[in-house]
T-cell receptor, first 111, second 117 residues
Framework: AQSVSQHNHHVILSEAASLELGCNYSYGGTVNLFWYVQYPGQHLQLLLKYFSGDPLVKGIKGFEAEFIKSKFSFNLRKPSVQWSDTAEYFCAVRGFQKLVFGTGTRLLVSP | DTGVSQNPRHKITKRGQNVTFRCDPISEHNRLYWYRQTLGQGPEFLTYFQNEAQLEKSRLLSDRFSAERPKGSFSTLEIQRTEQGDSAMYLC???????????????FGPGTRLTVL
C-alpha cells in the first residue's frame, strides 16, 4: 500500500528565508508525485508534479522539488519565501488512480 | 469559472439525518474523485469514477455512503444516517484521464464542510 510521510507539521520562517519541506513515500510501482498547496480560505491547488524524466521539477511561484528515487523522497524547496507563501502544503503519491496524501505541513511566514 | 464546483459549501445536520453533496467537474474531464479531509490530516480517498462507472471504493466508504455519476458529468455523494464521525470536509476532484505529460493531474474543488451535531 502506498503511504506518504511529511516530517514537519509546522514550520515558521521569516521572509527571505529558504524553505525545504520533507516528503518520503512508500510505493513499489512507478511513482507519480505531487505537491499541492492550500492557501487560507482557498481550495487545494497543484504546485508541481513529477511523472518521469528530469528529477528536478519546477513549479509555480518559484517552488521546486527533487525526486530522489534511492531515498524515496520528493522534498519541496524555495530559495526565498514570501509572506504570501503562508499556507498548508501537502505531498501526494499517485497509486493507480487515487492520490495518497501526507498529513500536511503548515507554513507560516512572518513579514 | 471553469474549475470544479461543489454544493453546498457548508452543511450542518443532526445525527441520523441524510445529506447529499453535489460535484460538477471540469467539463470534458472523464474522471471524478471524492476525498474526505478531517482536521490535521491530508485528504483521504473515498471513491472514483471513470465516466459513469464507479471503479474503486475505499474501505472508508461504509454502507451508509453512496456515490453516483449517472450521466458521466456531475456526481453526488450521499451519506445516510449521519454520525458525528462523518464531520469532515468532503472534496471532489476531476482529471482528464488521458495519457501523456498531463495525465491524470487532479484538480480539486472548494469542498463541502459537513458538521454533524
Amino acid at each position: 500500500a502506498q503511504s506518504v510521510s511529511q516530517h514537519n507539521h509546522h514550520v515558521i520562517l521569516s521572509e527571505a528565508a529558504s524553505l525545504e519541506l520533507g516528503c518520503n513515500y512508500s510505493y513499489g510501482g512507478t511513482v507519480n508525485l505531487f505537491w499541492y498547496v492550500q492557501y487560507p480560505g482557498q481550495h487545494l491547488q497543484l504546485l508541481l508534479k513529477y511523472f518521469s524524466g528530469d528529477p528536478l521539477v519546477k513549479g509555480i511561484k518559484g517552488f521546486e522539488a527533487e525526486f530522489i528515487k534511492s531515498k524515496f523522497s520528493f522534498n519541496l524547496r524555495k530559495p526565498s519565501v514570501q509572506w504570501s507563501d503562508t499556507a498548508e502544503y501537502f505531498c501526494a503519491v499517485r497509486g493507480f488512480q487515487k492520490l495518497v496524501f501526507g498529513t500536511g505541513t503548515r507554513l507560516l511566514v512572518s513579514p | 469559472d471553469t474549475g470544479v464546483s461543489q454544493n453546498p459549501r457548508h452543511k450542518i445536520t443532526k445525527r441520523g439525518q441524510n445529506v447529499t453533496f453535489r460535484c460538477d467537474p471540469i467539463s470534458e474531464h472523464n474522471r471524478l474523485y471524492w476525498y474526505r479531509q478531517t482536521l490535521g490530516q491530508g485528504p483521504e480517498f473515498l471513491t472514483y469514477f471513470q465516466n459513469e462507472a464507479q471503479l474503486e471504493k475505499s474501505r472508508l466508504l461504509s454502507d451508509r455512503f453512496s456515490a453516483e455519476r449517472p450521466k458521466g458529468s456531475f456526481s453526488t455523494l450521499e451519506i445516510q444516517r449521519t454520525e458525528q464521525g462523518d464531520s469532515a470536509m468532503y472534496l471532489c476532484a476531476s482529471s482528464l484521464g488521458a495519457q501523456g505529460l498531463f495525465a491524470d493531474t487532479q484538480y480539486f474543488g472548494p469542498g463541502t464542510r459537513l458538521t454533524v451535531l
